[in-house]
């Protein structure tokens, strides 16, 4: 099993591979992406009001999956930085640049919805607790990741230091995650538990499902095209500078 994702992690290694890949999940991707967030946005809109938090419950099905994809994408850069940086892997310097602008939007719509949300509940557009305060953290190694890969002019050198920083920064995901475990926060313990029954009432866990499956889908979606682009990108440079194909 491992030597078989082993070979096909090799065989894609090679961009003009990867491209050909790409091409063909391109369109079916984001018609999967677009499909299931249309429906997560139809089931969001026949979900009752909530007895405590009236209709500003609904901004939970935004906010949750955002945060969601703020920690994935981020956990998505460092296993490419791992593979470009340890295992050699061109694509894997690709893959983490093409998906950095894409987390730190999502950790700041998770930012921005949270502030909406908490604003009706604590009386505060915002408190120093671990949760919020480590987003943010997230939020700044993001834009130091992206920093990097714009300020070094070598594209070697770049990428390198960008996946370097992507490793060390990757200490600040469990701390997001389990902040709520370990200090006494605002935020209450995780609603939804693959391992324990849901908290949260049918009415509000499938449509939070759905749309949490919606924006992985268009992370992925976004990412794959952002990949794309960065590849050709290359290969113009490359053919600007008289170097090889990419």
Do not use: C
Request: hydrophobic content about 55%.
């Amino acid at each position: 099993m491992f030597k078989t994702v082993e070979n096909i992690s090799a065989y894609y290694a090679n961009p003009q591979r990867f491209m050909r890949l790409a091409q063909t999940l391109h369109a079916p991707l984001w018609g999967l992406a677009v499909g299931v967030l249309a429906l997560g946005l139809y089931m969001v809109s026949q979900v009752p009001d909530d007895y405590q938090q009236g209709s500003t419950v609904r901004i939970m099905f935004v906010h949750v999956p955002a945060a969601w994809m703020a920690l994935f994408a981020y956990s998505f850069i460092f296993f490419a930085s791992v593979t470009a940086l340890i295992f050699r892997h061109p694509v894997g310097h690709i893959a983490g640049r093409a998906a950095a602008p894409i987390g730190a939007v999502f950790t700041l719509i998770a930012l921005i919805t949270g502030s909406l949300w908490g604003q009706p509940m604590w009386g505060t557009w915002w408190v120093w607790d671990a949760r919020l305060t480590s987003v943010l953290v997230l939020l700044f190694i993001y834009l130091g990741y992206i920093a990097l890969w714009q300020a070094i002019e070598d594209h070697g050198q770049a990428a390198r230091a960008a996946a370097i920083l992507a490793i060390v920064g990757s200490v600040n995901v469990p701390i997001v995650k389990f902040s709520v475990d370990w200090w006494n926060t605002l935020h209450q313990p995780a609603s939804v538990s693959r391992f324990a029954r849901p908290a949260l009432h049918a009415d509000f866990l499938y449509p939070l499902l759905v749309m949490g499956l919606g924006f992985t889908l268009l992370f992925l979606a976004l990412t794959l095209t952002r990949m794309q682009m960065e590849i050709l990108r290359q290969r113009a440079r490359a053919r600007h500078n008289g170097g090889a194909h990419v």
